[in-house]
């Protein structure tokens, strides 16, 4: 009876030393995958910090490109909106005959080729030569044209003022 209370025992002795080596080693492990899991949530959580930050930071510099670009937009329509008055002031007056438009004519080397005209007129103090003044109609026709080609120079300069905000935005900062 005595190696049968051995055995037993020794029996006794390997379930009870599996089961604690069992729980032992399961506690390690779960320890380690718990530590595992808690050091890839920190991870993540940096991940989206950072891409939370470089969102808000892009969204920064278009709100900024944007507001530039509106200051753009404002003093292009306000240029536009001064030359166009400008240019009605100057149709108002040639309509009135309050102002003349007057050309510059070719005239041959007769006078002794000075360039200086040999009679001046009373009504003004134009030097060179033969001047002559253009119809009304004509002198706006012709105000008309340099208009549409002002306000297509603004276009123009408010398109490239454009194009170097949004370029300058999109190239990366030197420094």
Do not use: F
Request: hydrophobic share 40%.
């Amino acid at each position: 009876m005595n190696w049968r209370l051995a055995a037993l025992a020794l029996l006794l002795g390997l379930a009870v030393g599996g089961r604690v080596a069992w729980l032992w080693q399961d506690n390690a492990y779960g320890e380690r995958l718990a530590k595992q899991a808690e050091a890839y949530g920190t991870e993540r959580e940096a991940a989206v910090v950072a891409v939370l930050d470089q969102l808000q930071q892009d969204q920064e510099r278009r709100r900024a490109l944007e507001d530039r670009l509106q200051a753009i937009d404002q003093t292009h329509y306000k240029e536009l909106h001064d030359a166009q008055q400008a240019q009605a002031r100057l149709r108002d007056r040639l309509a009135t005959a309050d102002v003349r438009l007057s050309v510059l004519l070719a005239t041959t080397a007769q006078d002794g080729g000075s360039g200086v005209s040999a009679t001046t007129s009373a009504c003004g103090v134009v030097h060179g030569g033969a001047r002559a003044e253009l119809d009304p109609a004509h002198a706006q026709r012709i105000i008309a044209i340099t208009g549409d080609g002002d306000d297509g120079l603004r276009a123009l300069a408010a398109c490239q003022g454009y194009v170097r905000e949004v370029l300058q935005k999109k190239s990366p900062p030197s420094g």
